[in-house]
C-alpha cells in the first residue's frame, strides 16, 4: 500500500484533484495570499513626483534566495507594500535595498 501512495498521488496531480490539505486544518494555518501579492511590486512612493523612475521589486526572485526574515525582519521593510519609507540616501548608506544592491552582493544602483 505504501509503494502505491505516490502514484496515486501523482495520479491526482496529473487529473488537476486536489487532494485533501490535513496539515492546513491541523495548524489552523491562514489562507493562502493571493498570488498577486508575491509577484512583481512598483516601488513608488516618491518616485514619480522626483522625477525618478520607479523600482520593480520582482517578489519570487529574492525569495528564491532569501527567507522572508531577512528584508522583512532584518532589514526592516513592513510587510505592507508602500509602507516602508525606503529613500535614496538610505539605499546609499547601505539601509533597505542597498543593504545587498551595494555592488558586491547584487548589482548596485545607478549613478546619477
Known amino acids: 500500500m505504501?509503494?502505491?501512495?505516490?502514484?496515486?498521488?501523482?495520479?491526482f496531480c496529473l487529473a488537476g484533484v486536489a487532494m485533501p490539505a490535513h496539515g492546513r486544518s491541523f495548524y489552523k494555518l491562514p489562507p493562502h495570499p493571493e498570488p498577486h501579492a508575491f509577484g512583481n511590486v512598483v516601488i513608488d512612493?516618491?518616485?514619480s513626483a522626483n522625477q525618478v523612475e520607479p523600482v520593480?521589486?520582482?517578489h519570487w526572485s529574492h525569495r528564491s534566495r532569501y527567507t522572508c526574515?531577512?528584508?522583512?525582519?532584518e532589514l526592516e521593510f513592513e510587510m505592507v507594500a508602500g509602507s516602508t519609507e525606503i529613500t535614496e540616501?538610505?539605499?546609499?548608506?547601505?539601509?533597505?535595498?542597498?543593504?545587498?544592491?551595494?555592488?558586491t552582493t547584487a548589482f548596485a544602483a545607478p549613478e546619477h
Open 45 to 47: 512612493r516618491t518616485s
Open 69 to 73: 526574515n531577512v528584508c522583512h525582519g
Open 89 to 103: 540616501a538610505d539605499n546609499r548608506a547601505g539601509r533597505y535595498c542597498g543593504s545587498c544592491h551595494n555592488g
Open 2 to 11: 505504501m509503494r502505491s501512495l505516490p502514484a496515486i498521488a501523482l495520479l
Open 56 to 58: 520593480v521589486f520582482r
